[in-house]
């Protein structure tokens, strides 16, 4: 009666706690406050341009108004960036398939 786990279909694999995702609602949130801290930041540099400008510090404005023209495209890789983690790692400590026990008898 010796059956090897790994010929069982029905099992779901195991899950690594430390490499398991962030449920959707978490993921979508996450994205959220990086696309705004972004956006925040982009509408500081259009304002700080605008500011500079009518300062007569001429050198530093166009920096700003470039800054503000790249963010958003920053903004959204940022916030479209995947988790790092990856459940495709294989599980450490499971041991060799072949020392597993065997059935146990009642008097041993």
Sequence with gaps: MSS???GRSHEPDAIRITTAGDSPEADI????K???IAM???T???IGAAITGAAGLHWVWPFLILASLFLPYVA???ANANDSRSTELPLTG???AQR???PGGHGD
């Excluded at 949130?29 to 959220?32: L, P, S, T």
Aim: net charge positive; aromatic share 8%.
């Design 76 to 78: 959204v890789v940022m």
């Design 94 to 96: 499971g041991g060799d």
């Design 44 to 46: 500081l540099c259009f």
């Design 4 to 6: 090897s786990r790994h």
């Design 29 to 32: 949130a996450r994205r959220q």
């Design 100 to 102: 597993q026990l065997g």
């Design 40 to 42: 925040g930041i982009r």
């Design 34 to 36: 990086k696309y705004a």
